[in-house]
């Protein structure tokens, strides 16, 4: 009978230890999921931002499988400048997409919620990282998985920035087989501004009006029409839309020598900005003279006056246009000249 309360100590014992280092065990290792929401709560675009501490805390500490997925970011703000790059596009359009996410997702009974936590990394803060992943280039976007380490990671394809938003989404439905739910874009005017707007319309009405009925708007006002058509004339003649299309530079930098810059570029394949505004304000002085024959010096009724006048703009069309040419002739190298009739030889 002695036996018996050394048995019954001896088990306490042994219960007591195993509880508190199950308790130790616990408290080294704490679930990281409340203080990921938390993080994602105090950030305004739902976007953590993580550095080399940070991302060794919730993915490199936490042993797989983890609960959870990552989707990282890489950012560079000293590249921002960079047009084209777009990363400030791209950085814009993963918020948004991660505000979606949690909007859509914010239900705890929701099989998605605090499935998926989306981070970005800056290169000035975390460049440790940025070698952990092998980031050597941006745009980069690289997803992990709850089993994965840092190199089993999933970057995003180049060509998947396409459609920024949307094709964010399907990269991580078609990886996570997570629900991110449709994309809810930011409105262009908050709900302040509308309401600016609808005030300032109905103090303006009655003056508007007034004015409407007078006849004495701009839009009344021939000098305004005049420079608009001039504006679209040249818009139109300087391959401006196509530089818009493109977005094409300017002008280059030299690689031969980085203190020159490069405003003409010789290759059909290529218009650099300034070209198309050259050739746009050759055509608009063209045009402006041939508007100016047509419409005023028609008026005038010296004879002698007009020939000399109708002489000095002829003289100045035919020299843009000949510039015009020899500009095409130099970048394609295919020679543009006037055809004559084989009896004329």
């Not at 739902?46 to 499988?65: E, H, M, Q, W, Y």
């Not at 300034?274 to 005023?296: C, H, K, N, P």
Request: charged share 20%; hydrophobic share 45%.
């Amino acid at each position: 009978m002695g036996s018996m309360p050394k048995l019954s100590l001896l088990l306490l014992t042994t219960a007591v230890l195993f509880l508190a280092a199950f308790t130790e065990l616990s408290e080294s290792n704490p679930d990281p999921v409340p203080e990921l929401l938390s993080l994602q709560a105090r950030s305004k675009s739902g976007v953590i931002r993580l550095d080399d501490r940070s991302l060794a805390k919730f993915l490199t500490a936490v042993k797989p499988p983890r609960p959870y997925w990552v989707l990282i970011f890489f950012d560079a703000a000293k590249l921002h400048d960079k047009s084209e790059l777009h990363l400030k596009e791209l950085r814009k359009d993963f918020a948004v997409v991660a505000t979606s996410f949690i909007e859509n997702n914010q239900d705890p009974s929701s099989p998605s919620h605090a499935k998926l936590f989306f981070c970005d990394i800056e290169f000035e803060d975390s460049q440790h990282s940025f070698a952990q992943f092998g980031v050597n280039s941006l745009p980069h976007i690289r997803l992990i998985g709850p089993t994965h380490g840092l190199k089993e990671s999933q970057q995003m394809d180049q060509g998947d920035f396409s459609r920024l938003a949307e094709s964010m989404s399907e990269f991580i439905e078609s990886k996570t087989k997570l629900v991110v739910g449709p994309i809810h874009r930011p409105p262009m005017l908050s709900k302040n501004q509308i309401m600016f707007a609808t005030i300032a319309w109905l103090v303006w009405t009655p003056f508007i009006a007034k004015k409407v009925y007078s006849g004495k708007t701009l839009l009344h006002d021939p000098r305004i029409w005049l420079s608009g058509s001039v504006f679209i004339y040249f818009f139109s003649v300087s391959g401006a839309m196509h530089n818009i299309i493109r977005n094409m530079p300017m002008f280059l930098v030299d690689r031969n020598d980085p203190s020159k810059l490069i405003f003409f570029y010789q290759g059909s394949g290529m218009q650099l900005g300034t070209e198309g505004f050259t050739v746009g304000f050759l055509y608009t002085i063209v045009g402006l003279l041939l508007a100016f024959l047509t419409r005023v010096l028609v008026t005038v009724r010296n004879v002698k006056a007009q020939r000399i006048v109708m002489i000095i703009a002829l003289c100045v069309s035919f020299w843009a246009v000949k510039k015009v040419i020899q500009l095409d002739n130099w970048k394609t190298g295919y020679g543009v000249h006037a055809f004559w009739p084989t009896s004329w030889n």
